[in-house]
Nanobody, 127 residues
Framework: QVQLVQSGGGLVQAGGSLRLSCAAS????????MGWFRQAPGKERELVAA????????YYKSSVKGRFTISRDSAENTVYLQMNSLKPEDTAVYYC????????????????????WGQGTQVTVSS
């Protein structure tokens, strides 16, 4: 079983940047496909970005493509979400998630695909 601990987030002005981290313990993150989700008040949780176990394949929600970058560092056992050119509509609680997989080149899009979740971290973008 893997435990996911998130850090980063906070308050930033529109146009600014933040980096979220999701550190895994208990298992090597190399065995997991990973995703970053977010949930804004009154809205459903949505996938923002996903990365395959190998890191070779990524997916981005259209509204964040070109602004956000998901990456993974096996040595640090951590997955990151670099967020640039932030907009007020990016305001949400962000969650990292992990799915144990054999395939190294598949990412997963649905909330129910993922078994393990981080605790969530607030990102607030002021206009």
């Amino acid at each position: 079983q893997v435990q996911l601990v998130q850090s980063g987030g906070g308050l930033v002005q529109a146009g600014g940047s933040l980096r979220l981290s999701c550190a895994a313990s208990g298992r090597t993150i190399s065995n997991y496909a990973m995703g970053w989700f977010r949930q804004a008040p009154g809205k459903e949780r949505e996938l923002v970005a996903a990365i395959s176990r190998s890191g070779s394949v990524t997916y981005y929600k259209s509204s964040v493509k070109g602004r956000f970058t998901i990456s993974r560092d096996s040595a640090e056992n951590t997955v990151y979400l670099q967020m640039n050119s932030l907009k007020p509509e990016d305001t949400a609680v962000y969650y990292c998630a992990a799915k144990s997989v054999y395939s190294g080149t598949t990412y997963y899009l649905r909330e129910y695909d993922y078994t393990y979740w981080g605790q969530g971290t607030q990102v607030t973008v002021s206009s």
